[in-house]
């Protein structure tokens, strides 16, 4: 059905059959980047069905999905956040409490962790958009270092991720970024995009320019 791209029938799936939340989380690891990222997406698709009726089954999820970010887990969940993000931006209000524990993962990492999960975490916080809210102050010289960092990934969804939360004013005086066409990986309608630095730049000031 990934392969497919038929998420909404996977959430369908997960209605009647909650442990398909469970094996999302192990396609995560599919060595098929887009294979991955579309686990990620199913997951709040299947999500938002299943707290229809069992909120509490989602949230312990979540819960679960936050424990593997830990080294305590025994097996790190590298798109826990974007998975945790995806689940959230589906029902915002009924799982309120876990926008600033995504949110500030930019935060709480030791550095050797953080190189691992940073381009996912402002994934993340891009994807929960405005929903980041109050919380966005606190984070937001977190998002604008990653602009400096040497790994052109890094660089591009910090970009995307400013552009997301109404910020991309901050990235009009950076001639650097627009300069920068190394490659960058975005993933959208279901799609993992190779797209590049300055053309990422270039589109979340032209948004904001259109007033999206």
Not at 98 to 117: C, K, N, R, S, T
Not at 144 to 158: E, F, K, M, N
Request: charged share 25%; glycine share 8%; net charge neutral.
């Amino acid at each position: 059905m990934l392969h497919q791209g038929r998420l909404e029938q996977v959430a369908e799936i997960a209605a009647g059959k909650k442990r398909v939340l469970g094996s999302l989380v192990s396609l995560t690891f599919d060595p098929d980047e887009q294979i991955g990222w579309r686990a990620v997406e199913a997951m709040g698709l299947a999500a938002e069905r299943i707290a229809r009726h069992d909120p509490r089954y989602v949230c312990n999820h979540l819960r679960r999905l936050h424990w593997l970010i830990s080294e305590e887990s025994g097996g790190l969940c590298w798109r826990a956040p974007e998975a945790m993000a995806e689940i959230v931006r589906h029902r915002p209000k009924l799982f309120a409490d876990y926008v600033p524990i995504v949110v500030f993962l930019i935060l709480g990492m030791a550095e050797e962790d953080l190189a691992h999960f940073r381009t996912g975490i402002l994934w993340a916080i891009g994807r929960l958009g405005t929903l980041v809210g109050d919380h966005l102050p606190a984070v937001l010289p977190a998002v604008t270092s990653a602009l400096d960092d040497t790994h052109p990934q890094v660089r591009g969804i910090a970009a995307w991720c400013l552009g997301q939360v109404g910020q991309s004013e901050l990235l009009a005086g950076r001639p650097d970024l627009l300069r920068d066409r190394r490659p960058v990986e975005l993933y959208e309608n279901q799609i993992l995009n190779r797209t590049s630095v300055c053309d990422v730049t270039r589109r979340a000031l032209r948004d904001t320019q259109a007033g999206k």
